[in-house]
């Protein structure tokens, strides 16, 4: 990690050689954990957490080390990549995100922009910072967790705003492919809360269960960035950010998958949603919340479909006592609905409330302790022998060293 980062500082110092404005940004974040006493997803079964029973004792571990590198060669024309070193995924290094954008200089009340590559799409109010996480709490909650888990815009994205003294309303529109698979985990593993974002080379792995009933050995992954039936997909988005009221947006994504396409055993999952969010200000407190609604099917063949209805909204309110500190409490609900002709059937309902502490006490270090509780019932908990109703808790505490 050492050497990584000494060869991006490298780069960064020849930036004037290069005639390019260059920047680099990055942290790498200490964990204290006390794990949940449920197996984690992350070990095949179904805990909702990062860390589960199989971390064993409280422990502490390195989460994650993030770099941001973003090159300016043009007053028009930005480039930006974020990598991740993390002990878990597929490789030791995996990216993020990694795009171009062109935004011409505009003195007008109109103005556009267009960027190309790998990105997130425009659903989180929470994920605002460096590697994708929250000033508000480690782990985002349900929707975000999956927004991160599964979602990666690989394609094209365009905007038109609008701005005046007073508001700034926007247009967006994208075309991406590489995205088929997105949603078998929350159909095959349900909604999870942690701050785990897929990288572009990982695999996120399946509960057992699901390698057990299609009869292929465990631990079996699945692929998040893959093209399976060469149809592209689409959303699009609108905003409104007005001046001492807040901002509300509304995002329609669908994947266009053909839910009967396969390749390399994996099969396209056709997924669709509407996302809702807002965010106002009331003197120091913060207040946010987004809802999300969709559908992901798939139908491999004449004998056997899934199609699964899912739901989740959270209501954040976040604290800023003074320059260093800030609070945070959010309250998460979540659901799936699923229908498939054979038996075990992998509904579930459930909450979750969260807790976060903030300390800032110098630009290059950031303390966080959070307390996560979930209690959902799936009733796919039943086929590892387990009862399908559980609790979970969590308590993590975060020292993230930034880059001066």
Same mark, same amino acid.
């Given at each position: 990690?050492?050497?990584?980062?000494?060869?991006?500082?490298?780069?960064?110092?020849?930036?004037?050689?290069?005639?390019?404005?260059?920047?680099?940004?990055?942290?790498?974040?200490?964990?204290?954990?006390?794990?949940?006493?449920?197996?984690?997803?992350?070990?095949?079964?179904?805990?909702?957490?990062?860390?589960?029973?199989?971390?064993?004792? /409280?422990?502490?571990?390195?989460?994650?080390?993030?770099?941001?590198?973003?090159?300016?060669?043009?007053?028009?024309?930005?480039?930006?990549?974020?990598?991740?070193?993390?002990?878990?995924?597929?490789?030791?290094?995996?990216?993020?995100?990694?795009?171009?954008?062109?935004?011409?200089?505009?003195?007008?009340?109109?103005?556009?922009?267009?960027?190309?590559?790998?990105?997130?799409?425009?659903?989180?109010?929470?994920?605002?910072?460096?590697?994708?996480?929250?000033?508000?709490?480690?782990?985002?909650?349900?929707?975000?967790?999956?927004?991160?888990?599964?979602?990666?815009?690989?394609?094209?994205?365009?905007?038109?705003?609008?701005?005046?003294?007073?508001?700034?309303?926007?247009a967006m529109a994208s075309l991406f492919g590489w995205n088929?698979?997105?949603?078998?985990?929350?159909?095959?593993?349900?909604?999870?809360?942690?701050?785990?974002?897929?990288?572009?080379?990982?695999?996120?792995?399946?509960?057992?269960?699901?390698?057990?009933?299609?009869?292929? /050995?465990?631990?079996?992954?699945t692929y998040e960035v893959l093209e399976i039936d060469g149809?592209?997909?689409?959303?699009?988005?609108?905003?409104?950010?007005?001046?001492?009221?807040?901002?509300?947006?509304?995002?329609?994504?669908?994947?266009?998958?053909?839910?009967?396409?396969?390749?390399?055993?994996?099969?396209?999952?056709?997924?669709?949603?509407?996302?809702?969010?807002?965010?106002?200000?009331?003197?120091?407190?913060?207040?946010?919340?987004?809802?999300?609604?969709?559908?992901?099917?798939?139908? /491999?063949?004449?004998?056997?479909?899934?199609?699964?209805?899912?739901?989740?909204?959270?209501?954040?309110?976040?604290?800023?006592?003074?320059?260093?500190?800030?609070?945070?409490?959010?309250?998460?609900?979540?659901?799936?609905?699923?229908?498939?002709?054979? /038996?075990?059937?992998?509904?579930?309902?459930?909450?979750?409330?969260?807790?976060?502490?903030?300390?800032?006490?110098?630009?290059?270090?950031?303390?966080?302790?959070?307390?996560?509780?979930?209690?959902?019932?799936?009733?796919?908990?039943?086929?590892?022998?387990?009862?399908?109703?559980?609790?979970?808790?969590?308590?993590?505490?975060?020292?993230?060293?930034?880059?001066?």
């Amino acid at each position: 990690m050492r050497n990584f980062l000494s060869a991006l500082f490298l780069i960064g110092s020849c930036s004037p050689v290069l005639a390019v404005d260059f920047h680099f940004d990055g942290y790498v974040d200490l964990r204290l954990i006390v794990p949940s006493d449920q197996a984690s997803w992350q070990s095949g079964l179904l805990g909702k957490f990062r860390y589960g029973a199989e971390d064993g004792k /409280p422990d502490l571990r390195v989460a994650e080390a993030v770099g941001q590198a973003v090159v300016l060669l043009t007053p028009e024309l930005m480039a930006l990549a974020v990598g991740r070193i993390e002990p878990e995924q597929r490789t030791f290094f995996d990216l993020l995100e990694g795009y171009v954008r062109y935004r011409p200089v505009s003195t007008m009340a109109w103005r556009w922009s267009v960027k190309a590559g790998a990105f997130f799409p425009p659903i989180s109010l929470e994920n605002t910072e460096l590697g994708w996480t929250s000033p508000w709490t480690l782990t985002p909650s349900a929707i975000n967790t999956w927004v991160g888990e599964e979602l990666r815009t690989i394609g094209v994205e365009g905007d038109l705003e609008w701005r005046s003294e007073e508001r700034t309303i926007t247009a967006m529109a994208s075309l991406f492919g590489w995205n088929d698979p997105a949603g078998v985990l929350v159909a095959d593993r349900g909604w999870a809360l942690h701050d785990r974002v897929t990288g572009l080379i990982d695999r996120p792995r399946e509960p057992d269960v699901i390698a057990y009933a299609i009869g292929v /050995p465990e631990p079996l992954y699945t692929y998040e960035v893959l093209e399976i039936d060469g149809r592209p997909g689409w959303y699009a988005a609108a905003s409104w950010d007005e001046v001492g009221l807040g901002f509300l947006n509304l995002v329609y994504y669908n994947n266009e998958a053909d839910p009967a396409a396969v390749r390399r055993g994996t099969i396209a999952w056709r997924t669709d949603f509407w996302n809702v969010g807002a965010r106002t200000q009331i003197g120091d407190v913060t207040l946010m919340a987004q809802a999300m609604t969709g559908r992901t099917l798939i139908v /491999p063949n004449a004998f056997y479909f899934s199609d699964t209805e899912f739901k989740s909204a959270y209501l954040l309110a976040g604290w800023t006592i003074a320059e260093d500190w800030r609070v945070a409490a959010r309250a998460d609900v979540f659901s799936t609905d699923e229908t498939n002709p054979y /038996p075990g059937n992998m509904s579930e309902h459930g909450n979750a409330l969260t807790i976060a502490v903030n300390y800032l006490p110098y630009n290059w270090l950031r303390l966080t302790a959070e307390a996560i509780r979930v209690d959902s019932t799936r009733n796919q908990r039943a086929l590892e022998g387990l009862n399908p109703h559980a609790v979970e808790n969590q308590v993590q505490i975060s020292a993230k060293f930034y880059l001066p």
